[in-house]
Nanobody, 121 residues
Framework: QVQLVEFGGGLVQAGGSLRLSCEASGRTHNPYTMAWARQAPGKEREFVAH????????YYADSAKGRFTISRDIAKNTVYLQMNSLKPEDTAVYYCAANTRTIQLRDYDSWGQGTQVTVSS
């Protein structure tokens, strides 16, 4: 496993932007994949974006395509989620996740504590 700490949540008006950051530490080698997921009250957790650490290939949920961008800074062991054109339905706790065992876009074994994103209408 790896330790993950998220930064950057907050309150923003609809149409605005936020950038979330997630710093990874505690391992001698990098994770294989990382992701951002979110969970709104009363709803199931939803993965919004994934990135392969090696190569940087990205994958998005339909709800995020065209508005969110996931990226990573290898030197800083940090993954980002740039969120533009935010909507009230994007309101949720956003979690960073890492898969330190396989390159699969699932079975994430490390999770951050979460950061609240609230989009007002």
């Amino acid at each position: 496993q790896v330790q993950l700490v998220e930064f950057g949540g907050g309150l923003v008006q609809a149409g605005g932007s936020l950038r979330l950051s997630c710093e990874a530490s505690g391992r001698t080698h990098n994770p294989y994949t990382m992701a951002w997921a979110r969970q709104a009250p009363g709803k199931e957790r939803e993965f919004v974006a994934h990135i392969r650490w090696s190569g940087g290939s990205t994958y998005y949920a339909d709800s995020a395509k065209g508005r969110f961008t996931i990226s990573r800074d290898i030197a800083k062991n940090t993954v980002y989620l740039q969120m533009n054109s935010l909507k009230p339905e994007d309101t949720a706790v956003y979690y960073c996740a890492a898969n330190t065992r396989t390159i699969q876009l699932r079975d994430y074994d490390s999770w951050g504590q979460g950061t609240q994103v609230t989009v007002s209408s």
